[in-house]
Every structure is written in C-alpha cells, then in structure tokens.
Antibody
Framework: QITLKESGPTLVKPTQTLTLTCSFS??????????VGWIRQPPGKALEWLAL???????RYSPSLKTRLTITKDTSKSQVVLTMTTVDPVDTATYYC?????????????WGQGTLVTVSS | EIVLTQSPGTLSLSPGERATLSCRAS???????LAWYQQKPGQAPRPLIY???SRAAGIPDRFSGSGSGTDFTLTISRLEPEDFAVYYC?????????FGQGTKVEIK
C-alpha cells in the first residue's frame, strides 16, 4: 500500500525559505521509472505542478518557479524534500506530494493529504 | 507551452443526470498524456482517468474518458451524490506537467 505524507512549517515569513518533506512508504525511489512530484493549490484555486524527481535523480521544475525551487531525495529515508526560496504571500497554498508510477504512465496515482502553508509576516 | 482550458467552469446538474466535462489543449497532444482527477473540499485530488480513457484503480464505470488531438471529455453517466466535486484535467508535455483550471459539478 502506497502512502505519502507532507510535513513542514504551517507559517513562514515573506522572504524566508520554505522546506517541505514528503515521507512515503509502499514503494522505493530507487525503482526504475518511479517519480515523486510536488503540486500546490492556493485556497480556492486550481492545482499547480511545481517539481518532480525521478529514481535516477533526474529533476524537472515548473519553468515559472525554477529559479526558486530545489527538489532532492533521500532514498534510504524514503523522503523527498522541496525547498522554495524567497517566499511571498502568493505562495500561500496547500502543498501536495504525489507518486508517478512509471515512465509509461503520465499521471499521479497516489497523493499525500497535503499541508497548508501560510506566508505572512 | 501547451495550455489546457476546461469548460464549463461550473456545471449545475441533478443526481442521476449525465455530466459532460471538456478539456481542450492549445495544440494537439498524445492521448496517453492526458489524465483526469476529482477533488472534494478538504481532500487531495483523486485520479479518475489516465491515458485519456483508462480508468484508475477502483474508479466506477460510470466515469469514462474520451477524446484525441486537442479535445478531451470526461463523462459521468449518472451522477451519484458523491460525484459533486471539482474535476481537473492534467497534461504531461515535454517533461513538464500542467493542470486545467477545473470544472465544478454542483447540485442543481
């Protein structure tokens, strides 16, 4: 059974760096083809894809946020970490991590419950 | 960059009715790159359809996906009370991922 859970601060001040951790079980990020992505959703708005990391350490980022994001993995801990620099109130959102099952399947089949991050002074 | 446009923004229907949701891409895409999700308030998105027409695990057969090229459709044959939610289409394009703006299916 695949599960994912996001963790991190609920409140961050503008200009600070946000660090979120996705802890997962039921799969290994050393398995060929597997990826873990981050998606966010501002209150009342649509989903926005942020970043994704693959089993082979390949990373992909949203072009609009690429300069502010870093995604890394710790396979031994079954964790993926997303770092976002210089946060702004517009970054207030629920942040989800999600599992991409394989290179032949172009969707996210398991999602975490999400964590709400508020950016405010 | 390919843009996904979902329509309508809101669909007001009664239980038992048929729902037809549209997702249009700004240029032609591979059907295998198109997925649909359902999201209820306070919950994470739930995958419904992948590769335009394949149902995800555990999804009832009243949900179906179709389309090709630039026009894709999610159909709910007979709305159940638990189907009133927001629906998103999602595209994989050139190693990047994009979501539509969503269609809300509300009780009429």
């Amino acid at each position: 059974q695949i599960t994912l859970k996001e963790s991190g601060p609920t409140l961050v001040k503008p200009t600070q760096t946000l660090t979120l951790t996705c802890s997962f079980s039921g799969f290994s990020l050393s398995t060929s083809g597997v990826g873990v992505g981050w998606i966010r959703q501002p209150p009342g708005k649509a989903l926005e894809w942020l970043a994704l990391i693959y089993w082979d350490d390949d990373t992909r980022y949203s072009p609009s946020l690429k300069t502010r994001l870093t995604i890394t993995k710790d396979t031994s801990k079954s964790q993926v970490v997303l770092t976002m620099t210089t946060v702004d109130p517009v970054d207030t959102a629920t942040y989800y991590c999600a599992h991409r099952p394989s290179l032949d399947e172009y969707y996210f089949d398991y999602w975490g419950q999400g964590t709400l991050v508020t950016v405010s002074s | 960059e390919i843009v996904l446009t979902q329509s309508p923004g809101t669909l007001s229907l009664s239980p038992g009715e048929r729902a037809t949701l549209s997702c249009r891409a700004s240029q032609s895409i591979r059907s295998s790159y198109l997925a649909w999700y359902q999201q209820k308030p306070g919950q994470a998105p739930r995958p419904l359809i992948y590769a335009a027409s394949s149902r995800a695990a555990g999804i009832p057969d009243r949900f179906s996906g179709s389309g090709s090229g630039t026009d894709f459709t999610l159909t709910i044959s007979r709305l159940e009370p638990e189907d009133f939610a927001v629906y998103y289409c999602q595209l994989y394009d050139n190693s990047l991922w994009t979501f539509g703006q969503g269609t809300k299916v509300e009780i009429k």
